[in-house]
């Protein structure tokens, strides 16, 4: 029986950032990062990737039928905005003055929170 390892990587995205879509179908949509699955390298952004679920009536969703929700879609297809400027902006890391190590925007130089 094969072992399978799950490796957590680290990511220039998180929860809560501004992104764009830069490839594939949704190219050009923007929207906010709703949650980001580090193993897979996918991320659930607000608007992005709808798709159509059938369900079964249930508890949650007494008269069941189609719900539209967002799908993961994959991290490399997603640039981050600028914190000021609504332009895609690459992402790099350096220590601010506290020794903190600290995410920036390359295209600016501005420290992204």
Avoid: C, W
Avoid at 48 to 73: D, L, Q, R
Avoid at 83 to 110: A, F, H, I, Q, W
């Amino acid at each position: 029986m094969a072992i399978k390892t799950t490796v957590k990587v680290k990511l220039k995205v998180r929860k809560g950032d501004k992104v764009v879509v830069i490839a594939g179908e949704h190219k050009g949509q923007k929207g906010t990062i709703k949650s980001v699955d580090r193993v897979k390298l996918r991320a659930v952004v607000d608007g992005v990737n709808m798709i159509k679920k059938h369900t079964k009536p249930s508890a949650k969703f007494p008269e069941g039928g189609i719900i539209e929700k967002e799908a993961p879609i994959h991290i490399s297809n997603l640039m981050l905005l600028s914190p000021k400027g609504e332009t895609p902006t690459r992402v790099g890391r350096k220590l601010d003055e506290s020794g903190k190590l600290v995410r920036y925007s390359k295209k600016n130089g501005e420290i992204i929170k």
